[in-house]
């Protein structure tokens, strides 16, 4: 079966994928917020509109999650990351999901979701 490898990441060296797909399975790495100056409610929502965009690429939506991991560094932000959260999820076809406190690359980034869709 075909692997399809989407925004292989360079620098040092080729450390990852942003999105894998193989057969019917989409596979999104963990994604952070591309302007860390946001609070957290504007991190969560510019990082579910990267998965927005690498899902429809891939030729699925958000109706099709399967799995959900998010990696928050304060869980005082916990509700307000939900808010935003469940505002973009589709209600009804949510996916299983798991949240950690963690600490992440870097001090400002405040939240990490990785999914893994069906097509």
């Given at each position: 079966?075909?692997?399809?490898?989407?925004?292989i990441t360079?620098?040092?060296?080729?450390?990852?994928?942003?999105?894998?797909?193989?057969?019917?399975?989409?596979?999104?790495?963990?994604?952070?917020?591309?302007?860390?100056?946001?609070?957290?409610?504007?991190q969560?929502?510019?990082?579910?509109?990267?998965?927005?965009?690498?899902?429809?690429?891939?030729?699925?939506?958000?109706?099709?999650?399967?799995?959900?991991?998010l990696?928050i560094t304060?869980?005082?932000?916990?509700?307000?990351?939900?808010?935003?959260?469940?505002?973009?999820?589709?209600p009804?076809?949510?996916?299983?999901?798991?949240?950690?406190?963690?600490?992440?690359?870097?001090?400002e980034?405040l939240?990490?979701?990785m999914?893994?869709?069906?097509?």
């Amino acid at each position: 079966m075909a692997i399809e490898r989407m925004d292989i990441t360079t620098g040092p060296g080729p450390r990852m994928s942003r999105c894998v797909v193989r057969g019917d399975t989409v596979y999104v790495c963990g994604l952070t917020s591309s302007d860390t100056s946001l609070d957290i409610k504007g991190q969560t929502q510019n990082i579910l509109d990267k998965i927005d965009d690498y899902l429809k690429r891939a030729g699925t939506t958000k109706s099709n999650l399967l799995h959900a991991q998010l990696w928050i560094t304060d869980m005082k932000n916990f509700s307000q990351m939900n808010e935003v959260w469940n505002a973009w999820v589709d209600p009804q076809n949510p996916p299983v999901r798991a949240c950690v406190r963690a600490d992440l690359a870097r001090p400002e980034i405040l939240v990490e979701i990785m999914v893994t869709a069906a097509k």
